[in-house]
């Protein structure tokens, strides 16, 4: 099984830059930077690293992201990432960005943009490898917040494929985004949030129905809705799963708690991604390598659950049949 996890060409769809931040180069960046991190060594970051709910992680998550300031910080994060889907066989994939963060510490918009752009041309230039950008507009902060992020996003139109919607869940729905949402999809964005990861399938209900997303991040509430389950069936609307996350952040007690099996049986369109590697534990192998082995998934699972990451992709028809045509070769 783990032969046919490696293996396999994979697409990643959820994944934030920020959260491939690994401490070796948080610590380079820090002092190169001269901003102070709370710890003192290696050890002391993975001690830290022990979350009990979503917002213990983006407390350390947004401490950790203020070491990058340049375009040559945000270069080189997103190259280290792409080191790593090439030791994974990640052949495409979709980066999200949170702007805000950066933007409200006085680091130009165009320098993470251009950094992260830079090195994705470098990536298909050197590997192959294709991807596109995902703008995050953070949740914990106002409406009139996001829309200035949009307007700011303008000028880099053709560099962001999509818009999309993460930090603190819980208190902060997809209603309050609503009208920010729709100005997003006149300017020709692809919508997308995360919802039901924390917060009840409430708020997959207002992310499709008030945003009018066509992929949902995490989703794994959903199971306690029948109602929305045979929707997101019927519409085999793409849910972007991350058990690592999951764990690490105590949505679910332990992976055999996990219910991603139960969701692919049930016959929704997941995918397996690593939302946060460096602080999850693992980049998307060892996500499904963790399912592997507490979980009865076949290999019949497997090879669905990496065929849905390129269905459920914003590549064009074109590349998604031959990308497609690479996993069944790989399968040969
Ligand atoms: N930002 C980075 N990772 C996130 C997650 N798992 N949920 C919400 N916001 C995030
Ligand atoms: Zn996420």
Same mark, same amino acid.
């Given at each position: ?9 994979? %697409? ?21 930077? #001269?901003?102070?991190?709370? /710890? ?7 001690? %830290? !690293? ?10 350390? /998550? !947004? ?23 090439? $030791? ?35 990536a298909k230039e050197k590997y192959g490898i294709t ?18 992020t949009l307007e700011e996003a303008m000028a880099f ?28 999809? $006149? ?46 069936? $019927? ?30 049986? !049930?016959?929704? #369109? ?14 998307? #192998? ?47």
């Amino acid at each position: 099984m783990i032969e046919l996890i490696k293996k396999l060409p994979k %697409a990643e769809l959820h994944l934030h830059i920020e959260g491939s931040l690994e401490p070796e180069l948080m610590f380079r960046l820090a002092k190169k930077n #001269n901003i102070d991190i709370p /710890y003192n060594d290696i050890e002391d970051v993975r001690r %830290a !690293y022990n979350f009990t709910n979503l917002q213990t992680f983006l407390d350390i /998550y !947004y401490a950790g992201a203020n070491v990058l300031m340049t375009k040559d910080d945000f270069y080189d994060l997103t190259w280290e990432y792409i080191l790593k889907c090439v $030791e994974d066989n990640v052949i495409h994939t979709e980066i999200f960005f949170d702007p805000q963060t950066h933007t409200a510490r006085g680091v130009p918009f165009a320098a993470v943009i251009t950094g992260i752009k830079e090195a994705l041309d470098d990536a298909k230039e050197k590997y192959g490898i294709t991807s596109c950008i995902i703008m995050c507009f953070l949740r914990h902060l106002s409406q009139e917040e996001a829309f200035e992020t949009l307007e700011e996003a303008m000028a880099f139109k053709d560099d962001i494929i999509g818009v999309g919607l993460d930090s603190s869940e819980l208190g902060n729905p997809p209603a309050k985004f609503k009208e920010v949402f729709k100005k997003a999809k $006149e300017a020709g964005f692809t919508l997308v949030a995360h919802a039901g990861e924390e917060a009840d399938f409430s708020y997959i209900y207002e992310a499709l129905n008030l945003l009018g997303i066509s992929r949902i991040d995490h989703g794994v509430q959903s199971i306690k809705s029948a109602a929305l389950m045979q929707r997101l069936k $019927e519409e085999q609307m793409p849910l972007t799963v991350c058990p690592n996350s999951n764990i690490e952040l105590k949505v679910f007690d332990s992976y055999q708690a996990h219910n991603i099996k139960a969701l692919l049986d !049930y016959g929704l #369109n997941v995918s397996v991604n690593s939302d946060d590697p460096a602080y999850f534990k693992g980049y998307i #192998n060892q996500n499904f390598i963790n399912l592997c082995e507490n979980l009865p998934l076949t290999e019949n699972d497997i090879i669905t659950l990496v065929k849905n990451s390129f269905r459920s992709s914003f590549i064009d028809d074109e590349l998604k049949e031959a990308y497609l045509a690479r996993v069944d070769l790989a399968l040969q």
